[in-house]
């Protein structure tokens, strides 16, 4: 059986219509507004989840035409929000997910492995402590920082988990809410990261594969007007229960 590319999600009780601003559609965990575990939007597709549960054993798939349409969901985004998603309608690239591994291997491999992420994590910080913009968004003492994005971008690129072994489920957006990022702060941050990218010795088609993934995810981390908890999260992973 062939699976559906929304993966369990698309099956869930617990999944929700996310209809934005400007009528981009996409699905949100409803178990995560009572259990924090759980990620709000999750990376598709899911391949196995704890809280999956499917509604009567059945998957639930809107009527060509009919109101759970993305046109009309755009139309209403009240309506929307428990609107069924049809499996093969794919939600726009805001995950977490890295860019899968192809025949030549993990974007963690082929851009040289640990080394190559130190070296870019660290060009990547020079810039930041150069930019008088960019700077005041982030703590006044950057090394932890820099460890962090180190783990954090090995396991995204393909490399090791650590990061996840440490600190559990990244929930990107959830740790930024402390810092009032704008569009334009992302901006820069996206441009510090390509500089470092070249300068770090990523050749030229890995650049472009990377940033491709960090653009939509940058534009994620922007919260300036959003209504968020500023409070940090817990560190470690053994500070949640």
């Not at 178990?31 to 054993?57: I, K, M, N």
């Not at 020079?126 to 820099?146: M, S, T, W």
Request: hydrophobic share 40%; net charge neutral.
């Amino acid at each position: 059986m062939t699976e559906p590319e929304t993966g369990l999600c698309g099956g869930c009780r617990w999944a929700r219509a996310v209809v934005s601003a400007r009528g981009s559609r996409f699905l949100r965990c409803g178990r995560a507004d009572d259990d924090h575990d759980f990620a709000r939007y999750p990376a598709l597709p899911v391949r196995a989840c704890a809280g999956f549960e499917a509604e009567r054993g059945t998957i639930a798939r809107p009527a060509s035409g009919t109101a759970a349409g993305p046109a009309a969901a755009a139309a209403d985004p009240a309506s929307a929000r428990d609107a069924p998603i049809p499996l093969l309608e794919r939600p726009p690239a805001r995950q977490v997910a890295a860019p899968p591994p192809d025949a030549r291997g993990s974007l963690f491999d082929r851009i040289g492995g640990r080394a190559t992420v130190e070296r870019l994590v660290a060009e990547f910080y020079e810039r930041v402590e150069r930019d008088p913009e960019l700077r005041p968004l982030f703590p006044a003492e950057l090394g932890p920082g820099r460890a962090k994005q180190a783990l954090f971008l090995e396991q995204w690129l393909g490399g090791e988990p650590r990061y996840s072994e440490r600190y559990g489920h990244p929930r990107l957006r959830r740790r930024h809410f402390p810092f009032v990022i704008d569009a334009h702060a992302a901006g820069r941050w996206l441009h510090h990261m390509a500089e470092a990218l070249r300068a770090a010795g990523v050749p030229e088609p890995e650049r472009a594969e990377i940033l491709r993934g960090l653009g939509p995810l940058a534009q994620h981390m922007v919260n300036a007007d959003d209504a968020v908890p500023r409070t940090p999260l817990d560190d470690e992973r053994s500070a949640r229960p």
